[in-house]
Antibody
Framework: EVQLVESGGGLVKPGGSLRLSCAASGITFNVAWMSWVRQAPGKGLEWVGRIKSKTDGGAIDYAAPVKGRFTISRDDSKNTLDLQMNSLKTEDTAVYYCTAVGYGDYVSASWGRGTLVTVSS | EIVLTQSPGTLSLSPGERATLSCRAS???????LAWYQQRPGQAPRLLIHGASTRATGIPDRFSGSGSGTDFTLTVSRLEPEDFAVYYC?????????FGPGTKVEIK
């Protein structure tokens, strides 16, 4: 069974930084494509970005609202996925979900429980 | 980017009834790469359908997806108590992938 566990959420001031992590198990992580999806309080889902496996080239792509501010990385030796978030804005407040891609290039087949990031002064 | 709209916003039904949810795209979804997710209150979303009509592993056969081009439908043949939730469609045929705003299926 795939298990994805996010950590690192919390309260941060506008302009600040935060790093989220996702620990994966039950999955062959080094060949998995991974993504982050977020959900603002009471709102719908928003794709944040995706990283391919190194064996598939390791390409990373981002949603326009976070490009240049967020960085996705992976450590295949530790089965972890990270999301470094800089220059945070109030509109980045959301639950951030780590997901494993499957069935299609951007389909989130497995989800973690999410971690809440609150950007507020 | 492809914009998805879902209707109705809220569907009020009783257990045992049939639910029909619509997802419409602003332009044709390449290869009909359309997925459906279910999100129960307080839980993470769960993948139900991919490729417009293929159920994900472990999804009961009361869930079915259909459609092509710009018009897609998720049908729940007989609602079980655990099916009352919010349902999102997602297109992944074009980058960036986008989600619809969701349809809430509530108990009447």
């Amino acid at each position: 069974e795939v298990q994805l566990v996010e950590s690192g959420g919390g309260l941060v001031k506008p302009g600040g930084s935060l790093r989220l992590s996702c620990a994966a198990s039950g999955i062959t992580f080094n060949v998995a494509w991974m993504s982050w999806v977020r959900q603002a309080p009471g709102k719908g889902l928003e794709w944040v970005g995706r990283i391919k496996s190194k064996t598939d080239g390791g390409a990373i792509d981002y949603a326009a609202p976070v490009k240049g501010r967020f960085t996705i990385s992976r450590d295949d030796s530790k089965n972890t996925l990270d999301l470094q978030m800089n220059s945070l804005k109030t509109e980045d407040t959301a639950v951030y979900y780590c997901t494993a891609v499957g069935y299609g290039d951007y389909v989130s087949a497995s989800w973690g429980r999410g971690t809440l990031v609150t950007v507020s002064s | 980017e492809i914009v998805l709209t879902q209707s109705p916003g809220t569907l009020s039904l009783s257990p045992g009834e049939r639910a029909t949810l619509s997802c419409r795209a602003s332009q044709s979804v390449p290869s009909n790469y359309l997925a459906w997710y279910q999100q129960r209150p307080g839980q993470a979303p769960r993948l139900l359908i991919h490729g417009a009509s293929t159920r994900a592993t472990g999804i009961p056969d009361r869930f079915s997806g259909s459609g092509s081009g710009t018009d897609f439908t998720l049908t729940v043949s007989r609602l079980e108590p655990e099916d009352f939730a919010v349902y999102y469609c997602q297109q992944y045929g074009a980058s960036p992938p986008t989600f619809g705003p969701g349809t809430k299926v509530e108990i009447k």
